[in-house]
Nanobody, 114 residues
Framework: QAQLVESGGGLVQAGGSLRLSCAAS????????MGWYRQAPGQQRVLVAL??????IYANSVKGRFTISRGGAENTIYLQMTSLKPEDTAVYYC?????????WGQGTQVTVSS
């Protein structure tokens, strides 16, 4: 069981940067897989980036611009977003793949102005 809380969203101009954070609590073990997803208005929720024990996966649309990372030994992940585009505007959700199930955060809004 885990509780996920995202933070770091906001309004930024095109070309700018933001760093999203996701902190997972309520787990006695290090969560092996966590990821970031996003959902734009009228669109489906899609994968942005995923980090596992030994793999990194990025959506083609963010490769070279976004970086997912872990926060030390804690169940925390970050998403460093650079060269932001208006197309990146969406609610960004943190997801944890725990041994007992899958958990989602409440989401944090990212808005990129043109």
């Amino acid at each position: 069981q885990a509780q996920l809380v995202e933070s770091g969203g906001g309004l930024v101009q095109a070309g700018g940067s933001l760093r999203l954070s996701c902190a997972a609590s309520g787990s006695d073990f290090r969560i092996p897989s966590m990821g970031w997803y996003r959902q734009a208005p009228g669109q489906q929720r899609v994968l942005v980036a995923l980090i596992t024990s030994d793999d990194l996966i990025y959506a083609n649309s963010v490769k070279g611009r976004f970086t997912i990372s872990r926060g030390g030994a804690e169940n925390t992940i970050y998403l460093q977003m650079t060269s932001l585009k208006p197309e990146d505007t969406a609610v960004y959700y943190c997801k944890a793949f725990g041994v007992g199930g899958v958990y989602w955060g409440q989401g944090t809004q990212v808005t990129v102005s043109s």
